[in-house]
């Protein structure tokens, strides 16, 4: 039998299979030699990652050549189809509307109902009046938003921000010392030393009091006998408290306790999970249902939950609060600490009420309100 048949297949077999990888081929050899595109690492590292990239870019278009030059003394400069306007102090009136990139050596204010289209640079500080329309804008001092300020992109400030009433800013709200988010404001995120909804100039970081009350401990400790009666102590079933590892313990079910507790380890509920008022959790919680904190408990450690999380009236979290669904931070809730930076996060609204404070950064896949009658 001739073997050139088998020859013949075999050839055109492994033509086929080469012609799979001639595309990648050709690829590489389109890129052989070249330097790899950079993956900025910091643009997830750093908070202000934009702000700083608009300033590093800025200080590289003001060295292009001014074609123009005003009788005020402001300076035009060409970047392609783009033009930015560099000058000193201004003030914008009512209504004005601007298409340049405008670099302000000095303070900049603007009236109310405004629009400014492109990117923003105050070297002092800035005040935005009411119902203006911002692309994005970065400040080297103090900025205020006056009340039902869009921003579109994001706002970065190395002093002190401030969000009025109904304004926006969709995506990041980043500041050097404080953010303080006014009735109705929301944000995409904040991060700032302190993000705080308090109606109060210089408040103080709340200290709440961890009063020496009888509380359920979970785990029980062998040998104690609690104070608190036995028709309370029966929601928490003994039967469905599972020890996981050293430090750590799952409760199968809902935990609904009728009384304060300690939950002295690391604690997984396959369920809801509700800590009466008063209550201290020591380490981590984690919930495949909802968890819901009272008024005036504390959480030392990262409280994470599958659905909502709540916490109530002048309660605290010191950890990370990570939740796949709606958010809600009550009056005066705080955050951390000074020296102590968190993080809460929520795959849905983020909702706070005033005088909450975090020590940190907020932010949501949706969006991060202030609200009332929270």
């Known amino acids: 039998m001739a073997a050139w048949p088998f020859v013949l297949f075999s050839i055109v077999f492994a033509a086929l299979v080469c012609a799979h990888f001639l595309p990648s081929y050709r690829a590489w050899l389109s890129t052989c030699g070249e330097h790899p595109a950079d ?18 870019k800025m200080s590289e278009w003001r060295k292009l050549p001014v074609y123009e030059t005003l009788p005020d003394g402001t300076l035009l400069i060409r970047k392609g189809d783009e033009r930015i306007r560099v000058s000193g102090p201004c003030e914008y009136p009512a209504r004005s509307e601007s298409d340049d990139i405008l670099a302000v050596e000095g303070d900049f204010r603007c009236g109310t109902g405004c629009a400014f289209n492109r990117e923003i640079h105050v070297r002092g500080n800035a005040f935005i009046g009411p119902g203006t329309r911002l692309q994005s804008i970065a400040v080297d001092g103090n900025l205020q938003l006056g009340d039902r300020v869009m921003v579109t992109r994001w706002a970065d400030s190395a002093g002190e921000m401030e969000l009025g009433s109904d304004s926006v800013v969709r995506a990041r709200a980043t500041s050097g010392a404080l953010i303080r988010l006014r009735r109705g404001a929301k944000v995409g995120s904040a991060f700032a030393p ?6 109060r100039d210089g408040e103080d970081e709340v200290i709440s009091t961890e009063a020496a009350f009888d509380r359920l401990e979970i785990p029980a400790s062998d040998g104690v006998r609690s104070r608190i009666d036995a028709g309370r102590q029966r929601r928490i079933d003994p039967k469905k408290l599972h020890r996981l590892g050293a430090d750590s313990w799952i409760y199968r079910g809902d935990l609904n306790a009728a009384a304060p507790v300690r939950v002295k380890t690391r604690l997984v509920v396959w369920g809801d999970l509700v800590l009466p008022a008063g209550s201290i959790a020591e380490e981590d919680l984690k919930a495949r249902g909802r968890i819901s904190v009272a008024q005036d408990s504390v959480c030392r ?16 979290f010191q950890g990370i609060v990570h939740t796949g669904r709606t958010l809600r931070l009550g009056p005066g809730v705080v955050g951390g600490a000074r020296g102590r930076k968190v993080a809460a996060y929520s795959a849905g609204i983020l909702e706070l009420a005033e005088n909450v404070t975090v020590y940190g950064k907020v932010a949501s896949g949706e969006h991060v309100a202030v609200v009332t009658g929270k």
């Open 301 to 316: 450690g990262s409280v994470v939950a599958d659905k909502e999380i709540s916490f109530g009236p002048s309660s605290r």
């Open 39 to 56: 993956i900025d690492p910091d643009y997830v590292r750093m908070e202000d990652y934009f702000a700083r990239s608009f300033r590093l």
């Open 194 to 199: 302190v993000v705080t909804t308090s109606t």
